[in-house]
């Protein structure tokens, strides 16, 4: 089970010449369609970063390319785990093709909260950390842990 985030369509722009999608869409379809919107469901995205000047930093990721995705392709991305410490987000999302319902790919994320201003690592609000915190209390019984590389470097 995993957490929906959105639909995308595989587009011209981003089919190579070996005509499947090319390796550096994944992470963009990733970071776009995925990353983006889980940082604006805890309030960390673009409107927070333009208005409290705080937001998030990727500063580790490790991709798996499962399966080819060719154009016209639609695929839904999917967060199948997610945790946090004071400073940190760790998260793993999934992009299941939405027609043959096959793993195409997986992206798991380090993250650091960033205060902007100072270019700083900041811990996060006390209301980020209550949106976190009902986000896994609400889903975390989906999430799978198996595999991630990243859990060590959270400080709990």
């Known amino acids: 089970m995993s957490v929906y985030l959105s639909t995308q369509k595989v587009i011209k722009d981003w089919i190579d010449y070996n005509d499947h999608m090319n390796v550096s869409y994944y992470l963009l379809m990733f970071d776009k369609y995925g990353a983006d919107t889980l940082n604006n469901i805890f309030q960390m995205g673009e409107h927070?970063?333009?208005?409290t000047k705080k937001s998030t930093m990727i500063v580790e990721s490790y991709i798996t390319y499962n399966q080819e995705l060719q154009l016209n392709d639609e695929v839904d991305i999917n967060c199948v785990y997610f945790d946090h410490d004071k400073k940190r987000l760790q998260y793993k999302m999934e992009m299941i093709h939405k027609e043959k319902e096959f793993l195409a790919s997986t992206i798991e994320i380090l993250a650091l909260y960033v205060d902007?201003?100072?270019?700083?690592?900041?811990?996060?609000?006390?209301?980020?950390?209550?949106?976190?915190?009902d986000f896994i209390n609400k889903n975390g019984s989906t999430f799978n842990n198996d595999n991630l590389k990243f859990s060590s470097k959270l400080k709990k």
């Open 116 to 133: 902007l201003n100072e270019r700083k690592v900041a811990e996060f609000e006390d209301e980020k950390i209550k949106i976190m915190d």
């Open 48 to 51: 927070s970063a333009k208005t």
